[in-house]
Structure formats: structure tokens, C-alpha cells
């Protein structure tokens, strides 16, 4: 989770201002940015979902000081939002200092054209168009639309094919027990057919067009 998010996210008590805690987290997540790099990490991915949101101008100038503040650090930033589309906060997402971005093209698919057009010739897209947030079957169709339209922006060096969200509230995969997908039993067998574990959401990505 990316720093401002972090203290979006956390609680106010009385007259304290979380975001007066920026500079101090800002300086945290270097150090730890520059140990990764000294393990020669290639990429970490920073979760921001808060750029889905309206931002007021004081928040979107913290996002913007506090990702200038990384961009010395050698290593490829993947700012990821989810949950929305970036809308009006597209430019700063988009920054010179973040090698990629993820959107969500599930819930956010109007964006993808948006955003291609955004980037710098070094960035990359990352194209959340797998849903990674319930467990029913994607439209292969409308991802490979997508996709194609994408890749024909960029090129195919340049697009990354990802599950939209983490996933992590999905059933993994299949029972060791049945060989058969965890659901509850009263679920009517005519659903069952159109559901799809975490394991099989990520098996389909290499057969994406």
C-alpha cells in the first residue's frame, strides 16, 4: 500500500491532521525502496487506490511531492489503482517517475484509451481486465477488444495483462479433496458453471490475445 493511501485510510483523533505524518512516512518508504534496489528488486508495485477518488488540492499536491521524492531511486515504481477509474487525477498518476501503471479495465473500462494516450514512451500499462474482486467467468471477448486496442497504442512490449484486483477474497483453487471448486451447497448447479477460482482467473492470462 503506497504511503498516502496509508494515511487516507487511518483514523483522526481530535484535532490531528494524519497527513502531517507525510514527510516522515515519505522518508521510511525511501529507505525501504533502497534496500529493495540494493537486492536488486527490478519492479515493486505501490498500491494507491485513493487516485479512483475525488481528491482535494491539498491531497493531490501530497501525491505529487511525495512521488517526486522516489524518483532517484533505482527502481521501477508500478503505481496500481483499482475499484474506479482514475479520471480527472489520470495526469498525476501518469508522472515521469513511474515506470507503469495499473488501472482496473473492469470496473474502469472507459479509461484504457485515456490512459495509453497518457503515458511517456517509457512507461508501461498495466491492464487489470481480469476481475480479481468476484468469482464469475470473464467476457474473453471484450478483454481481447480491449487488449487489441491497447497493444495497437503501444505495442505489446509496453502492456501488461493482469487480474483487475489481488483477488485475495477469491477461493484459491480447486479441492484437494473433490477436485472440484469450493462452493456453498445450496449454490444452484446452473451457477456453478459460470464461476471461476483465483487459480483459473490467473491460468487464463498467457491465452489472452
Known amino acids: 500500500m503506497g504511503p498516502l493511501t496509508l494515511l487516507l485510510l487511518g483514523k483522526n483523533v481530535g484535532d490531528f491532521d494524519s497527513m502531517t505524518l507525510l514527510p516522515k512516512l515519505i522518508a521510511a518508504y525511501g529507505e525501504m525502496l533502497q534496500l529493495l534496489a540494493a537486492e536488486r528488486i527490478s519492479w515493486v508495485q505501490i498500491d494507491e487506490p485513493f487516485l479512483v477518488t475525488d481528491l482535494e488540492e491539498p491531497v493531490a499536491d501530497a501525491y505529487a511531492k511525495t512521488y517526486r521524492g522516489f524518483e532517484k531511486i533505482p527502481i521501477k515504481l508500478m503505481l496500481t489503482t483499482y475499484f474506479g477509474s482514475l479520471a480527472d487525477n489520470l495526469t498525476l498518476a501518469a508522472k515521469p517517475g513511474m515506470a507503469g501503471i495499473h488501472i482496473d479495465a473492469v470496473r474502469g473500462a472507459d479509461q484504457v484509451k485515456a ?40 505495442g505489446l512490449e509496453r502492456v501488461v495483462v493482469a487480474p483487475s484486483w489481488s483477488g485475495h477474497i477469491i477461493s484459491i483453487g480447486q479441492s484437494r479433496h473433490s477436485g472440484s471448486l469450493r462452493v456453498p451447497q445450496k449454490m444452484e448447479r446452473r451457477f456453478i458453471s459460470i464461476c471461476a477460482t483465483a487459480t483459473s482467473k490467473i491460468s487464463c492470462l498467457p491465452s489472452l490475445p
Open 115 to 154: 490512459v495509453a494516450s497518457a503515458l511517456n514512451p517509457e512507461q508501461v500499462l498495466s491492464i487489470g481486465c481480469v476481475d480479481g474482486r468476484n468469482i464469475w467467468l470473464s467476457d474473453f471477448a471484450v478483454i481481447s477488444s480491449m487488449l487489441k486496442e491497447a497493444t495497437g497504442q503501444l
